[in-house]
């Protein structure tokens, strides 16, 4: 009979290995999945994987990647901080709203400053405005031990109806001829985030992605700030032996994963996105959860983690342009990998023993 | 052939178990015998063999070879509940009780089919009173010392009527007065004829109660004797396999006052803890204070309370006059005190970091090994290195981590990481709990020392011997209480025990008895 043991010490060679390994078992799911469905699963996972990289519209394709990866890089890097001291925020996606209406909100409101201060006080607004709705969960949690998964993630729709009312509301375009939706940026160069260079999809985004991955690299490993987040989520009241104080570390991580989320809202909505609309945001938030994982809570595993989430993004779109494949068969997709992932991991802290003898 | 063997039938004979588990082997062709109603110690440090040897006996492990038999028969439990049918009963060192349940319901859960409720009640009164264990069978356990607990497991055993009784260290739990009691209880049984394998690493207790010694060591029986004709120096030898060193003290010259604790009343954080109740002392430099008490009397509690996890008013707390109860961990270190909790796996090192991340868990301050808050890993390696150089810690190197050390080597390394930074006040909850002779004789030798060079030491420890080996002056916590210090120089054990709180109401009851 086949039994789990707990290793003396957590495997390296799993600590590597499982995020290729969940990769590869998703894509053997997946295609099933997409065989079941009635498609060639291979040519799915070829438009999926390999079409944005190398096949015929890579050249635009190739761009699309790092647009995607950089709010989910920015976003995930902030939640692993949290995750690593057992803080878990999941409701990102309300923060990512909540940053960029903050960051919209500004600029518009001094619609049309030609002045160059306009985008620097934008993106510090945008930060501002996340780190508000992460501070709800953080304080609730603090000061009446609630339960920061359930308020964060409540939050999030909260966040949903306040961005329609935006849309429709208090940020809708005056020169709009009725339709939800707020100015577009690109039609307002001083605030807007534009392509710094176009073909690598890079904007201050993505800058800001790269480099705060480069920095909270550095926190968590040369840092006794990233010391303690790291002591807290392995061993509380080791935590507190050392001289955290919970209810700063929870303050800490949620404003610092609430700044990110908010601040990744914010490049999103005056680059890609352009403006403050009812669908604005498409669930950058909750993937980000998986770029997380995938990247095993370590900031350079991130940036790697991220590229591969935004490779089923624009992949999927791919697959469902050319080939009908739903929107809903990519979400499952990537759930699949988050799934894996977590099975696979087991084997980082424990390892299949046969049991001999006993029963 | 001694004498007790020839006198009774034998009723339990091992013979060449072996059992090896991934990496040791725990017991290795073991062989011993007990006569019916002899009471025999099975002797030897932590990590011995004793614990699997009984878990074997129990039908909780099952040996890879050798026999066993009971009473001529052949003898294999595949589980507890067949040794009890045969007759072997085991009260454990830690119990299975549930606090919110009364002793009779508690005692009803242990029987495959418990009889009704009133009963079972009679019963437990009526054996309860036939070996001088008082328990009422309506209490709540919650609301019970650890000694009565203890009771509880007994008679729980007692019920079955067992043929065999196994005692896993019972007296660790107890105060002086209530170890005397249990011993008579023990005594009783053993005339009616009921065999007890009695399982301790303290020497006069065995010599004090038991007939035949088994002493075990790395897993195998290295002698057999009659503990009545043996020095407990004897036996420790036989025991550790060298000869020991007892700890040299250094007079030193008390100096003024470095720790000061007054009126400190503060709830336990624990559930099911106990709040300190105005505990006042004071340690002077170079002075060791000893605390005893029997577990869960604020121990834990007064470790935090000093360390800085546990807040009170400034004034409550003092280092070298300097009010820093409000402070934090931190802020303590810096002013002075170091403290090594009980609970190594988790409190006083996370497990799954390396040591030199543990070495930094808390000598970070007092060891400057950060600069504008980034850590200095490669002064915190060669700190962690000169830990495990110094203090004999047994490791491949300072990169494994923490939970890969065996419990011995990991409080060797926690030692020192706090006994290493030059502190003026040290707190120690516990220091050789679990560490073998040698090292505990070691990590002793090491506190004296620190006292001797200045430093004012409070150690809580539940080992009397161990505080009287150390300590200067001695006090006992019970229910969140601090007797006022005495000096140890004098102290008889009598003395101590009525410090302790007695012996919970038992006293009565063998006086009647």
């Known amino acids: ?359 | 052939m001694t004498r007790a063997e020839l006198l009774r039938p034998e009723l339990l004979r091992v013979e060449g178990i072996t059992k090896a588990y991934p990496g040791v082997v725990a017991n290795s062709d073991v062989s011993f015998s007990i006569g019916e109603g002899e009471i025999h110690a099975l002797l030897g440090e932590n990590g011995a063999g004793k614990s699997t040897l009984v878990k074997m006996i129990y039908g909780l492990v099952r040996p890879d070879s050798g026999t066993m038999t009971l009473r001529g028969a052949a003898y294999q439990p595949g589980k507890p509940a067949e040794a009890r049918r045969l007759g072997v009963a085991m009260v454990f060192q830690h119990f299975s009780l549930f606090e919110a349940l009364n002793v009779a319901e508690n005692v009803a859960l242990g029987m495959e089919k418990p009889p009704p409720m009133r009963e079972l009640a009679a019963k437990i009164r009526a054996v309860s009173e036939e070996y001088g264990l008082p328990l009422d069978p309506s209490r709540m356990v919650g609301d019970l010392s650890a000694g009565e607990r203890q009771r509880v497991e007994i008679i729980r055993c007692l019920l079955q009527d067992p043929k065999l009784l196994i005692m896993d260290e019972p007296t660790s739990v107890l105060t002086p007065q209530e170890v005397e009691i249990l011993f008579k209880t023990l005594r009783q049984l053993s005339r009616e004829g009921t065999a007890i394998l009695y399982i301790s690493h303290k020497l006069e207790e065995i010599k004090a109660l038991c007939d035949e010694a088994t002493i075990l060591r790395r897993g195998r029986v290295v002698a057999t004797c009659t503990p009545r004709e043996r020095t407990a120096r004897e036996m420790a030898e036989l025991m550790v396999g060298q000869a020991l060193k007892a700890p040299e003290r250094r007079p030193g010259a008390k100096g003024e006052v470095a720790l000061g604790v007054s009126d400190l009343s503060v709830n336990s954080p624990i559930p099911f803890g106990t709040s300190l109740k105005a505990v006042s002392f004071t340690v002077a430099k170079g002075e060791v204070l000893g605390i005893a008490g029997v577990a869960g009397n604020g121990q834990d509690e007064l470790l935090l309370a000093l360390s800085g996890e546990l807040k009170s008013a400034a004034d409550k707390v003092r280092i070298a006059g300097q009010p820093v109860g409000d402070l934090g961990p931190t802020e303590r270190r810096r002013a002075g005190l170091v403290a090594a909790p009980e609970d190594r796996y988790g409190h006083a090192a996370a497990p799954d970091m390396s040591l030199v991340e543990n070495a930094f868990l808390t000598a970070g301050v007092r060891k400057g090994l950060t600069k504008h808050g980034f850590i200095d890993w490669g002064a915190t390696r060669a700190f962690a290195e000169e830990i495990i150089a110094g203090y004999d810690v047994r490791t491949p190197g300072p990169d494994v981590a923490a939970r890969a050390l065996s419990g011995g080597n990991l409080q060797k390394f926690l030692m020192g990481r706090e006994l290493m930074q030059g502190a003026s006040v040290i707190v120690i909850n516990q220091p050789t709990w679990g560490v073998d002779a040698a090292a505990a004789a070691q990590i002793r030798q090491q506190v004296l020392d620190r006292a001797g060079e200045g430093a004012a030491v409070v150690v809580i420890s539940q080992d009397l011997d161990e505080l009287l080996e150390v300590a200067d002056s001695f006090a006992v916590l019970n229910e969140g209480r601090l007797t006022r210090p005495r000096p140890t120089e004098g102290l008889t054990m009598d003395e101590i025990g009525l410090m302790m709180g007695g012996a919970h109401g038992m006293e009565v009851a063998h006086h009647v008895a």
């Open chain 1, 1 to 359: 009979m086949l039994r789990l043991e707990k290793r003396p010490t957590p495997s390296k060679f799993w600590l590597y290995a499982t995020p290729p390994v969940a990769v590869i078992l998703t894509m053997i799911a997946g295609g099933i999945l997409f065989a079941l469905m009635g498609t060639n699963p291979f040519e799915v996972i070829r438009t999926i994987f390999w079409d944005p990289l190398f096949g015929e519209f890579a050249f635009y394709l190739r761009g699309q990647l790092l647009v995607k990866a950089g709010p989910l890089i920015l976003i995930a890097i902030g939640l692993a901080l949290g995750f690593r001291a057992g803080i878990w925020n999941i409701g990102a996606e309300g923060q990512y709203i909540i940053g960029a209406i903050f960051g919209a909100a500004v600029g518009l409101a001094v619609f049309p400053t030609e002045s160059r201060w306009i985008f620097p006080v934008m993106i510090v607004a945008g930060a501002f405005g996340g780190w508000v709705w992460a501070m709800i969960p953080a304080i609730l949690k603090t000061r009446f031990n609630t339960n920061e998964i359930l308020v964060s993630l409540m939050l999030v729709y909260v966040a949903e109806t306040i961005l329609a009312k935006a849309s429709t509301g208090f940020l809708k375009n005056p020169e709009g001829m009725g339709f939800p939706g707020s100015r577009n940026f690109s039609s307002y160069p001083a605030a807007q985030n534009a392509f710094l260079y176009e073909p690598l999809g890079l904007h201050w985004g993505g800058v800001a992605a790269l480099v705060t991955a480069v920095l909270a690299y550095i926190l968590l490993t040369r840092h006794q700030a990233g010391f303690q987040i790291r002591l807290a989520g392995q061993a509380p009241r080791a935590a507190r032996f050392h001289g955290v104080s919970p209810a700063r570390l929870v303050v800490l991580c949620m404003g610092l994963s609430g700044a990110l989320a908010g601040l990744a809202g914010m490049f999103e909505v005056t680059g890609p996105a352009g403006q403050i609309s009812i669908d604005f945001n498409t669930g950058y938030g909750f993937t980000a959860i998986i770029v997380a994982f995938l990247g095993r809570l370590n900031p350079l595993g991130i940036v790697l983690a991220g590229f591969i989430l935004a490779l089923t993004y624009v992949g999927g779109e791919m697959a469902s342009t050319s080939l009908g494949l739903p929107d809903a068969a990519i979400q499952v997709f990537q759930g699949m990998l988050l799934f894996f992932l977590l099975a696979v991991d087991v084997l980082t802290n424990y390892r299949f023993r046969l049991a001999v003898g006993a029963h």
